[in-house]
């Protein structure tokens, strides 16, 4: 070595700086991952808009008004939705985790009651999507009707209630 050479100390700091990047990497992703999974379940709640046109009866407005529940098992999405005229119904889906941990997905059935009908039981209405941005606290998806419609689907969103 010569004397202008300054001795290499760069195989350690690699080392040591390796280390450190890979600690802070745990750490992010450990605080990043365990509270998205538990803010998922609770209460959500929401606005949609669209329309539907079942047989015989004028046009409803799925998801206009809308409130659900995810239990603290995170598997099911289900509540209840409204419109201004009175109508209303029920959705029930799965949830699914995305592999980003802060986003989930729910997918499932709508269903509608016809005051007109003889039985109790709600009818199919269509499909639905929700995607949760769990950290957000939001929520937006679509909304398709087994009936012909002018529009292809419904859009809604909401946002964590507790």
Same mark, same amino acid.
């Given at each position: 070595?010569?004397?202008?050479?300054?001795p290499?100390?760069?195989?350690?700091?690699?080392?040591?700086?390796?280390?450190?990047?890979l600690a802070?990497?745990?750490v992010?992703?450990?605080?990043?991952?365990t509270?998205?999974?538990?803010?998922l379940?609770?209460?959500?709640?929401?606005?949609?808009?669209?329309e539907a046109y079942?047989?015989c009866?004028?046009?409803?407005?799925?998801?206009?008004? /809308?409130?659900g529940e995810?239990?603290?098992?995170q598997?099911?999405f289900?509540?209840? /939705? /409204?419109?201004?005229?009175g109508?209303?119904g029920?959705f029930k889906g799965?949830?699914e985790?995305?592999p980003?941990?802060?986003?989930?997905?729910?997918?499932g059935?709508?269903?509608?009651?016809?005051?007109?009908g003889?039985s109790?039981?709600?009818?199919?209405g269509?499909?639905?999507?929700?995607?949760?941005?769990?950290l957000e606290?939001?929520?937006?998806?679509?909304?398709?009707?087994?009936?012909?419609?002018?529009?292809?689907?419904g859009?809604?969103?909401?946002w964590?209630?507790?």
């Amino acid at each position: 070595m010569s004397f202008f050479q300054k001795p290499s100390t760069q195989g350690g700091d690699m080392h040591n700086s390796k280390k450190l990047i890979l600690a802070v990497l745990a750490v992010i992703l450990l605080l990043g991952a365990t509270p998205a999974f538990a803010q998922l379940g609770g209460t959500w709640e929401g606005i949609g808009r669209g329309e539907a046109y079942p047989p015989c009866h004028p046009p409803i407005h799925p998801w206009q008004t /809308w409130k659900g529940e995810i239990p603290a098992t995170q598997d099911v999405f289900t509540g209840e /939705w /409204w419109d201004a005229d009175g109508n209303h119904g029920t959705f029930k889906g799965v949830v699914e985790f995305s592999p980003i941990p802060e986003i989930a997905y729910a997918e499932g059935e709508w269903t509608w009651y016809d005051p007109t009908g003889h039985s109790q039981q709600p009818i199919v209405g269509g499909k639905f999507k929700m995607t949760f941005y769990i950290l957000e606290k939001r929520c937006e998806g679509t909304w398709t009707s087994i009936w012909p419609s002018p529009s292809d689907h419904g859009t809604m969103k909401g946002w964590k209630v507790d």
